[in-house]
């Protein structure tokens, strides 16, 4: 189902939002020097777990997606990114990603400076701009107890040249009540230890059921810096851009793993909480 977000209903949403005081300069605050050196969050190497199941496939190089980019933040440890895409919303201005992305529940502490670039690549850095984050709204289950199933989040974005996100670059629609088995594509942005070209990856595999309410995802080659990657179903090369059912996060923050990924199930939850962000956005 096609989330209508103007007509969602949103009473008893438990929703916590968070103004960013200064948003301009946190987009200043990301010079090309500072993106290139920022490091993801998380490690996901699997170096001490099992070996890949036989016949999974490996993640490619490519164009990447305009509607897919870069999440850059700074928190207590230093600067860091992870993946997000653009959704679309009446208002034209919101990002999805990963809640853990946005808000860490162990130190209960905020990401502050955050800029979403979309197309990121080292070679040509913004084509699109640099668009701040004015505010984010995440599931107040997220906020107080980290619950792995709410593990995902929007951000508004500021405008840029006087114009909305949506407008310059497109967007995903946000689908929900897919069930656990969908043939989707994943796209990211790979810690560059692992990427040297520092380019967005891209794989296509079927999900599968994990538990009640996680789905699981089979692709080598999302390390680090994955999570919030969208998986869109009906990828649409022209548009470069689909039907995202689901976004890398949830159980293990998204996996201990670079070969197995996990993303929270789209459900009402999400749903609830796209309308209450574009209703305050």
């Known amino acids: 189902m096609t989330v209508p977000v103007a007509a969602a209903n949103v009473a008893g949403i438990r929703a916590v939002g968070h103004v960013a005081p200064d948003a301009a300069r946190d987009a200043a605050y990301w010079t090309v020097s500072r993106m290139a050196a920022a490091t993801p969050p998380e490690v996901r190497s699997g170096h001490h777990a099992p070996g890949p199941p036989a016949g999974i496939p490996r993640a490619r190089p490519g164009g990447g997606s305009r509607v897919v980019g870069a999440l850059f933040y700074r928190n207590g440890r230093g600067d860091h990114y ?140 999302f390390y680090g810096g994955t999570s919030g990657s969208p998986w869109i179903v009906r990828y649409d090369n022209r548009t470069q851009s689909g039907m995202v059912i689901g976004t890398l996060g949830g159980h293990q923050r998204g996996g201990s793993t670079h070969w197995r990924s996990y993303s929270a199930l789209f459900d009402g939850d999400i749903s609830k909480l796209i309308a209450k962000a574009d209703e305050e956005a």
């Open 82 to 221: 992870c993946t997000a895409s653009v959704v679309h919303t009446p208002k034209k201005d919101l990002i999805l990603t990963a809640a853990h992305c946005l808000y860490d529940p162990g130190d209960r502490a905020y990401a502050t400076h955050i800029a979403f670039v979309p197309a990121y690549r080292t070679a040509r850095p913004h084509p699109y701009g640099v668009w701040p984050v004015r505010r984010t709204w995440l599931d107040s289950r997220w906020t107080s107890h980290g619950d792995r199933d709410l593990d995902f989040g929007f951000a508004a974005l500021g405008r840029v040249g006087g114009r909305h996100i949506v407008d310059v670059v497109g967007s995903n629609r946000l689908l929900v009540g897919q069930g656990f088995t969908n043939r989707v594509t994943v796209i990211g942005y790979p810690v560059k230890a692992h990427n040297p070209a520092d380019r967005p990856i891209w794989c296509a595999n079927r999900t599968f059921k994990l538990s009640r309410h996680q789905v699981g995802f089979d692709c080598k080659g």
